[in-house]
């Protein structure tokens, strides 16, 4: 079922299989994002219910000038922000959320790519997760960040190139960078 239908199903119910219906195709791919922000499963799963919460309030005032689930991540961020700010929280990618790696690129360089976004600023990390790891183009990233398009593509080439850095110094380092 496309997402329109499920959103009107869900909103002319109100009834739980029409919200489960909604909730089980979104929330895989926006528990993988709050998990790549949070860098802990019991936060992404809370962040996520929390998200939803929101969503449903607000579901009905929804005007589909984007996809659902860039709306979605988008409440999903700006709530990982508050919480962010609230708690002062460092959010890394995590062990367990393992980026795609081709076959030619070893484990040990994928670890240290992972290692290199974590240490990024957390609007680098942001942006690049969002453009080069989930796909967006500039101008949803800039939606969903309450950016322009230009700091969108200014912090991916920051982020870019403090990657490069981190992964030429690691290199030189003999992998003992700490």
Same mark, same amino acid.
């Given at each position: ?5 499920? @959103? ?16 089980? !195709?979104? =929330? ?19 962040? @996520?219910?929390?998200?939803? @919460? ?6 009905? &005032? ?7 689930? =860039?709306?979605?991540? *988008?409440?999903?961020?700006? %709530? ?6 609230? +708690? ?6 995590? &062990?367990?959320? +393992? %980026?795609? =790696? ?13 290692? *290199? ?9 942001? @942006? ?15 939606? %969903?960040?309450?950016? $322009?398009? *230009? $700091? !969108? ?7 870019? +190139? ?8 690691? $290199? !030189?380092? *003999?992998?003992?960078?700490?």
């Amino acid at each position: 079922m496309d997402d329109r239908k499920l @959103v009107q199903e869900f909103l002319s119910s109100r009834s739980e299989s029409a919200f489960l219906n909604l909730y089980r !195709s979104k =929330t895989p791919h926006l528990y993988r994002m709050a998990l790549r922000l949070t860098q802990d499963e019991y936060q992404s799963e809370e962040l @996520v219910q929390e998200m939803w @919460v929101i969503a449903i309030r607000k579901l009905a &005032d929804f005007e589909w000038r984007s996809e659902l689930k =860039t709306w979605l991540i *988008g409440i999903l961020i700006n %709530l990982s922000r508050s919480k962010r700010k609230e +708690k002062e929280l460092a959010v890394e990618i995590t &062990d367990e959320m +393992k %980026l795609e =790696t081709t076959s030619e690129m070893s484990f040990a360089s994928a670890h240290d790519l992972e290692n *290199g976004i974590a240490e990024l600023p957390p609007g680098y990390r942001q @942006v690049i997760i969002l453009h080069d790891i989930e796909g967006y183009k500039h101008k949803e990233i800039a939606e %969903l960040l309450d950016i $322009t398009e *230009g $700091t !969108s593509k200014s912090q991916l080439f920051y982020a870019r +190139k403090a990657l490069r850095e981190y992964l030429s110094e690691d $290199t !030189s380092k *003999g992998k003992s960078h700490e």
